[in-house]
């Protein structure tokens, strides 16, 4: 069975910084695209951050230099370092592994940037 499980959301002010993190069972994370999408309120799911063959890396524009996504394969585990937080960047976070055939996704984790 393969679980995806993310971690690290909570409240932070504006300027702050949080990193996410999220732990894979069932699967190993160096066969898959992984990516860290987000949902706010009334918003469509959009593609964050995603970590693709050989540590290649892209971003949504509206967060590059600030966030960075990383990988520790020893782990199975994949972090997404958010930094400079700004109010626009609350929402739910997911996790999500891409493979041939396959598509999964973790419960998400709330990301509240708020003074």
């Known amino acids: 069975q393969v679980q995806l499980v993310e971690s690290g959301g909570g409240l932070v002010q504006p300027g702050g910084s949080l990193r996410l993190s999220c732990a894979a069972s069932?699967?190993?994370?160096?066969?898959?695209?992984v990516g860290w999408y987000r949902q706010a309120p009334g918003k469509q799911r959009e593609l964050v951050a995603v970590?693709?063959?050989?540590?290649?890396?892209n971003y949504v524009d509206s967060v590059k230099g600030r966030f960075t996504i990383s990988r520790d394969n020893a782990k199975n585990t994949v972090y997404l370092q958010m930094n400079s937080l700004k109010p626009e960047d609350t929402a739910v976070y997911y996790c999500?592994?891409?493979?041939?055939?396959?598509?999964?996704w973790g419960q998400g984790t709330q990301v509240t940037v708020s003074s």
């Open positions: 999500n592994a891409k493979g041939v055939g396959a598509d999964y």
């Open positions: 069932g699967i190993m994370f160096s066969s898959y695209v």
């Open positions: 970590i693709i063959w050989g540590r290649s890396t």
